[in-house]
């Protein structure tokens, strides 16, 4: 599976972005999707994540801000990323795993790509 991001770039605090993650070469029907970020100097951290089953799952500090949904026949997933804030600032990354099922740790994905990069600014 090949995945790769778009949809980053600078904006202001309380602006939005809608991340894409579009892949290649399998169906992400049957996948679990999660996407993470890396700040300059931070630990990569889980973000959120959607299921096989389409279950979500949020970290605390992006709940109700960001929804991550898929469309199965466009073979994507989104990061709507709204009331966005300086320290949502990182480059973003998806990833899959292939048992479907959602998880929070990167060593638990399969599949990366190269990250996307967003910038808050104040």
């Known amino acids: 599976v090949q995945l790769v991001e778009s949809g980053g770039g600078l904006v202001q605090a309380g602006g939005s972005l809608r991340l894409s993650c579009a892949a290649s070469g399998r169906t992400l029907s049957t996948y679990a999707m999660g996407w993470f970020r890396q700040a300059p100097g931070k630990e990569r951290e889980f973000v959120a994540g959607?299921?096989?089953?389409?279950?979500?799952y949020y970290a605390d500090s992006v709940k109700f801000r960001f929804t991550v949904s898929r469309d199965n026949a466009k073979n994507t997933v989104y990061l709507q990323m709204n009331s966005l804030k300086r320290e949502d600032t990182a480059v973003y990354y998806c990833?899959?795993?292939?048992?479907?099922?959602?998880?929070?740790?990167?060593?638990?994905?399969?599949?990366w790509g190269q990250g996307t990069e967003v910038t808050v600014s104040s």
């Open positions: 990833a899959a795993r292939s048992d479907g099922f959602l998880r929070t740790t990167q060593i638990q994905y399969d599949y």
């Open positions: 959607i299921s096989r089953a389409a279950s979500t």
